[in-house]
């Protein structure tokens, strides 16, 4: 029988499922992207349908439940994204810095 | 030796033209880097020999470094950087220019009284980060966070920075107690025009926190 929080996680799942297909076909993904995004939705679907299936994964680590280990891989998957993004953003906002400094002086105003 | 003024100026419209007119009676040139002024900054600084204009603000350190990698293509030997809201008076500039000179050092700090003129909360912020820089670095600079500095060409390129904002006044003292360059401290003479303006307790904790960083990372 299927619990409530598994019918929000499976509908979840196919939402980001149907999100990733429509920007690949709108070519804002690259392959690359696409496939490791649909990898981790279709993974994501398969364990909210199945929990059982990772008795055997979870249990050794000492992880209680498939819920818990949704929650430290979610843990994770926040911090690992978040150091990926201040990266980004750091190497972006020194780009744009060079840019316009360029274009500034290019376009100094000399005193006549 | 050819001394350029660099003023990175960001909303100063009602100071700018009097801080151009003031500087330029004690350099050879005024560089201004309009940083993205939603006011009328850029038309009232028409009268610098360069006018710089930021398409988007960038903030300080990035002005900063716009108006120095100018003044250095212009052929500058000394730069003078002060700041564009009338807090300084450029009347301190020829002394700075003279110890520079005379005692063969790298760059000169001005450095604020530190007393009842300056705001409360200013005083004390600066009091914790010069602190914690001596603590950090061994390097007393009795106001880390003065716009007002001059120094040589070859030392810009030991100091120069990557913070983007107020954090770069604070780094550059760490460059130069990291290159271990000859330096001098100056009192200087100042008005608070704008209390809303200049480094914020936001500003602080941030410069405090990269204090920590720098120590581990650079």
Redesign the interface.
């Given at each position: 029988m299927i619990a409530g929080i598994q019918v929000f996680g499976i509908l979840f799942a196919l939402a980001m499922c149907y999100f990733t297909y429509l920007y690949y076909k709108r070519k804002d993904y690259p392959k690359t992207d696409y496939l490791f995004w649909m990898s981790i939705w279709i993974g994501f679907l398969f364990l909210v349908s199945f929990p059982s299936a990772t008795s055997d994964i979870i249990h050794p680590l000492g992880i209680a439940s498939t819920m818990q280990l949704f929650t430290i891989l979610a843990f994770l998957l926040t911090f690992a994204l978040l150091f990926y993004q201040h990266d980004l953003l750091r190497k972006n906002?020194q780009k744009?810095?060079k840019l316009?400094?360029e274009?500034?002086?290019e376009?100094?105003?000399?005193?006549k | 030796m050819k001394t350029v003024a660099v003023i990175p100026a960001y909303n100063e419209d009602e100071t700018i033209a009097s801080v151009i007119e003031n500087t330029r009676k004690y350099v050879d040139s005024v560089i201004v880097v309009d940083d993205g002024s939603r006011d009328e900054t850029y038309e009232h600084a028409a009268e610098a020999d360069i006018l710089i204009r930021h398409s988007v603000n960038m903030n300080k350190g990035h002005a900063m470094i716009t108006g120095i990698e100018a003044a250095i293509r212009e052929g500058a030997d000394i730069i003078v950087a002060i700041d564009a809201d009338d807090q300084h008076d450029p009347e301190d500039i020829p002394l700075f220019i003279k110890t520079l000179i005379e005692e063969n050092l790298d760059i000169v700090f001005g450095s604020r009284k530190l007393d009842g003129n300056m705001p409360p909360v200013l005083r004390f912020g600066n009091l914790f980060l010069t602190t914690a820089t001596y603590a950090l670095y061994g390097i007393w600079i009795s106001d880390t966070q003065s716009g007002f500095r001059v120094f040589t060409k070859e030392a810009y390129k030991k100091i120069k920075w990557k913070s983007k904002d107020y954090r770069m006044e604070t780094e550059m003292i760490v460059n130069a107690a990291k290159n271990k360059l000859k330096y001098k401290e100056l009192k200087i003479k100042t008005r608070y025009n704008n209390p809303h303006k200049g480094t914020t307790v936001m500003d602080g904790i941030k410069i405090f926190t990269s204090l920590i960083i720098w120590r581990i990372t650079k």
């Amino acid at each position: 029988m299927i619990a409530g929080i598994q019918v929000f996680g499976i509908l979840f799942a196919l939402a980001m499922c149907y999100f990733t297909y429509l920007y690949y076909k709108r070519k804002d993904y690259p392959k690359t992207d696409y496939l490791f995004w649909m990898s981790i939705w279709i993974g994501f679907l398969f364990l909210v349908s199945f929990p059982s299936a990772t008795s055997d994964i979870i249990h050794p680590l000492g992880i209680a439940s498939t819920m818990q280990l949704f929650t430290i891989l979610a843990f994770l998957l926040t911090f690992a994204l978040l150091f990926y993004q201040h990266d980004l953003l750091r190497k972006n906002e020194q780009k744009i810095g060079k840019l316009v400094r360029e274009n500034a002086i290019e376009n100094a105003k000399r005193k006549k | 030796m050819k001394t350029v003024a660099v003023i990175p100026a960001y909303n100063e419209d009602e100071t700018i033209a009097s801080v151009i007119e003031n500087t330029r009676k004690y350099v050879d040139s005024v560089i201004v880097v309009d940083d993205g002024s939603r006011d009328e900054t850029y038309e009232h600084a028409a009268e610098a020999d360069i006018l710089i204009r930021h398409s988007v603000n960038m903030n300080k350190g990035h002005a900063m470094i716009t108006g120095i990698e100018a003044a250095i293509r212009e052929g500058a030997d000394i730069i003078v950087a002060i700041d564009a809201d009338d807090q300084h008076d450029p009347e301190d500039i020829p002394l700075f220019i003279k110890t520079l000179i005379e005692e063969n050092l790298d760059i000169v700090f001005g450095s604020r009284k530190l007393d009842g003129n300056m705001p409360p909360v200013l005083r004390f912020g600066n009091l914790f980060l010069t602190t914690a820089t001596y603590a950090l670095y061994g390097i007393w600079i009795s106001d880390t966070q003065s716009g007002f500095r001059v120094f040589t060409k070859e030392a810009y390129k030991k100091i120069k920075w990557k913070s983007k904002d107020y954090r770069m006044e604070t780094e550059m003292i760490v460059n130069a107690a990291k290159n271990k360059l000859k330096y001098k401290e100056l009192k200087i003479k100042t008005r608070y025009n704008n209390p809303h303006k200049g480094t914020t307790v936001m500003d602080g904790i941030k410069i405090f926190t990269s204090l920590i960083i720098w120590r581990i990372t650079k």
